[in-house]
Nanobody, 124 residues
Framework: QVQLVESGGGLVQTGGSLRLSCTAS????????MGWFRQAPGKEREFVAG????????AYLSSVKGRFTISRDNAKNTVYLQMNTLRPEDTAVYSC?????????????????WGQGTQVTVSS
């Protein structure tokens, strides 16, 4: 069993920055590819970013490319999402997810474990 705990969400003005963290416990973090997803009210969950098991490959939602950066520190069992130049449309609950395997997927059903989510609100 893997437990994921996110932190770092909050309220920020347009153009501001936040760094989300997701810390894993329960089994070897380095065996898992990780993803960040978000869900805004009334909308479906969408893939934001993914990172492979050892951090060598990443992918992003097109609207966040160049603004968000996903990274991981396997020694700390933690994956990060650095979010810069935030926009009101980035407002959502952000959740991290883990799947046993080398690479990430943009499909939520491919992930085995989920965190509880952290709220990010960007004011205009």
């Amino acid at each position: 069993q893997v437990q994921l705990v996110e932190s770092g969400g909050g309220l920020v003005q347009t153009g501001g920055s936040l760094r989300l963290s997701c810390t894993a416990s329960g089994r070897s973090f380095s065996t898992a590819a990780m993803g960040w997803f978000r869900q805004a009210p009334g909308k479906e969950r969408e893939f934001v970013a993914g990172i492979s098991r050892h951090g060598g490959a990443t992918a992003y939602l097109s609207s966040v490319k160049g603004r968000f950066t996903i990274s991981r520190d396997n020694a700390k069992n933690t994956v990060y999402l650095q979010m810069n130049t935030l926009r009101p449309e980035d407002t959502a609950v952000y959740s991290c997810a883990a799947r046993t395997g080398v690479t990430y997927f943009a499909v939520p059903d491919k992930y085995d474990y989920w965190g509880q989510g952290t709220q990010v609100t960007v004011s205009s």
